[in-house]
């Protein structure tokens, strides 16, 4: 996959789902390519203060107001209906190659963790890549860290992340992570390096 052919982004109007929809339109227009907006709605209209159809439709209009100020005319919006974490797997595993980005807060709380959200749940089970939104991109992007096991998935995430590196013009770092068996069994992380950016030397590190 020589890059993301669509840039997918969960929203449902809060907080870290708004800082998603500026990350996702970052990543967007430096890949150029189109945007996707998804809302999943499942409450009951007749219920004051339900997640209903109409609520859904002002999030994704809002949303793509704002994707529309960094210049992205290729915008689709998808309304859908049901549970959020439900939705969102299905359209990813429909369109696998593409990045799908979505505010991060599930992965902050250890309730959630325990008990289930959003984010945690696509952490494990999108085949789709997944970039968690914890901050806006108004400063930048200074670095992007990569970390490999040494495994052919790890290897794949490490070049996938280095694409999306260099699209954000960000100074990419290759964190490994091994153990030394012989005198301590319990994981060590080894010093980080500095991946050239130049094309021709590709993930050599320096």
Not at 104 to 120: H, I
Not at 132 to 155: C, H, I, N, Q, Y
């Amino acid at each position: 996959m020589g890059s993301y052919p669509r840039v997918l982004i969960g929203t449902d109007g809060s907080v870290d789902a708004t800082i998603a929809v500026d990350v996702g339109a970052t990543v967007a227009v430096r890949l150029g390519v189109p945007v996707s907006l998804l809302t999943a709605w499942s409450g009951d209209d007749n219920v004051p203060g339900s997640q209903d159809y109409a609520w859904a439709k002002s999030v994704t209009d809002t949303a793509e107001e704002i994707i529309a100020r960094y210049g992205i005319d290729d915008i689709t919006s998808e309304n859908l209906s049901g549970k959020a974490d439900d939705e969102l797997l299905r359209v990813a595993s429909e369109q696998p190659e593409s990045l799908l980005v979505i505010g991060g807060r599930g992965l902050r709380k250890k309730s959630s963790r325990v008990s289930g959200s959003v984010a945690n749940r696509l952490s494990h089970h999108s085949p789709a890549d997944v970039l968690f939104a914890t901050k806006p991109t108004t400063t930048g992007w200074g670095a992007v860290g990569l970390t490999t096991d040494g495994s052919a998935t790890s290897r794949e995430a490490v070049r996938r992340g280095l694409r999306l590196a260099l699209a954000v013009d960000a100074q990419p770092h290759l964190v490994t992570v091994a153990k030394d068996v012989k005198n301590d069994p319990s994981p060590t992380v080894a010093k980080g390096n500095v991946i050239s950016t130049n094309p021709a030397i590709g993930t050599n590190t320096q």
